[in-house]
């Protein structure tokens, strides 16, 4: 379907915004979490252990694996939170 005028164009322009970058958000530092005592690690060690443990015989049973994959992923954590020193 051909038309028999011609539709008369003109170039579109496209309104610029004004370049503004936004200023910079200040950062708060975050206090770190650390055990100071060889015993607090290994307790740390031993309690992170416990929940992926768990985490693990609940994955190994079909019924409970929503329960035990967050639990064993969350129990790793807590083992790994004591190196971040």
């Known amino acids: 379907m051909l038309t028999q005028e011609r539709v008369a164009t ?3 322009t496209v309104p610029r915004l ?4 936004p200023a910079p958000v200040p ?4 206090p770190e ?3 100071p005592h060889l015993l ?3 307790v740390l060690v031993l309690v992170g252990f416990g929940l992926a443990s768990a ?3 609940l994955m190994m049973s079909v019924f ?4 035990g ?5 969350f129990g790793l954590a807590v083992m790994q939170a004591q190196e971040n020193r």
């Open 55 to 57: 985490g693990w015989m």
């Open 40 to 42: 607090g690690r290994i």
């Open 69 to 73: 994959l967050p639990l064993f992923i």
């Open 27 to 30: 950062e708060e530092p975050r």
């Open 33 to 35: 979490f650390s055990v």
């Open 10 to 12: 003109r170039p579109v």
């Open 64 to 67: 409970l694996v929503f329960i």
């Open 18 to 21: 004004e370049e503004t970058r």
